[in-house]
């Protein structure tokens, strides 16, 4: 069955770097867009970054923009997002979605498949 698992998620203080991964099965990984979306508390989830199905386009919302990237592995069926700088509201859950099409959608209803989070803390 379709499985989306994501890791790397921890406890790191203002100023540092995680890794955040996707490992993805039971569907063809290569031929679906990926996006990354979190969920602080009390908050609606949000977008945050996505990438199209040969990693050639990429979005990012505003307030990540110049310090994560999103990459991915079709090799390994796995996407990436690397955090950089991370900031005390960059705090909460951390969710990868997959998108049939190929394509790199903003909007959370374009996605057909999701994990079951990460949580990320920034402490200050």
């Known amino acids: 069955q379709v499985q989306l698992v994501e890791s790397g998620g921890g406890v790191v203080q203002a100023g540092g770097s995680l890794r955040l991964s996707c490992a993805a099965s039971?569907?063809?990984?290569?031929?679906?867009?990926m996006g990354w979306f979190r969920q602080a508390p009390g908050k609606e989830r949000e977008f945050v970054a996505a990438?199209?199905?040969?990693?050639?386009?990429?979005y990012y919302a505003d307030s990540v923009k110049g310090r994560f990237t999103i990459s991915r592995d079709n090799a390994k069926n796995t996407m990436y997002l690397r955090m950089n700088i991370l900031k005390s509201e960059d705090t909460a859950v951390y969710y990868c979605?997959?998108?049939?099409?190929?394509?790199?959608?903003?909007?959370?209803?374009?996605?057909?498949?999701w994990g079951q989070g990460t949580q990320v803390t920034v402490s200050s």
């Open positions: 979605a997959a998108e049939r099409y190929g394509n790199a959608p903003r909007q959370m209803g374009e996605y057909d498949y």
């Open positions: 039971g569907f063809t990984f290569r031929n679906y867009g």
């Open positions: 990438i199209s199905w040969s990693g050639g386009n990429t």
